[in-house]
């Protein structure tokens, strides 16, 4: 079991940015493929962004050109940089393996774009 620690959330503006944090147990994130998710209030998670070991990446529709995931092997973390961020991308994020492992999932941090 991967223990998975999401930083970085908070209040913003729209317009604004964020930049999330993913850290993990061990070396586990240089030998696996990650994804960020988000679930917003009432909604089902959904998968918002991947990278793999070899560094190709993947964003849903609604956040490419705004979104850049990328990780940092030395600092065993992979991070996601949120920009022009809308209302709608208001939800709690959340990093694990991709595809998810149930058993792997954090606490997530909670992102709030409002006015």
């Known amino acids: 079991q991967v223990q998975f620690v999401e930083s970085g959330g908070g209040l913003v503006q729209p317009g604004g940015s964020l930049r999330l944090s993913c850290a993990a147990s061990g070396s586990v994130l240089r030998i696996i493929n990650i994804g960020w998710y988000r679930q917003a209030p009432g909604k089902q998670r959904e998968l918002v962004a991947t990278?793999?070991?070899?560094?190709?990446?993947n964003y849903v529709d609604s956040v490419k050109g705004r979104f850049t995931i990328s990780r940092d092997n030395a600092k065993n973390t992979v991070y996601l940089q949120m920009n022009r961020l809308k209302p709608d991308d208001t939800a709690v994020y959340y990093c694990?393996?991709?595809?998810?492992?149930?058993?792997?999932w954090g606490q997530g941090t909670q992102v709030t774009v409002s006015s």
């Open positions: 694990n393996s991709y595809p998810a492992y149930d058993s792997n």
């Open positions: 990278i793999t070991i070899g560094g190709s990446t």
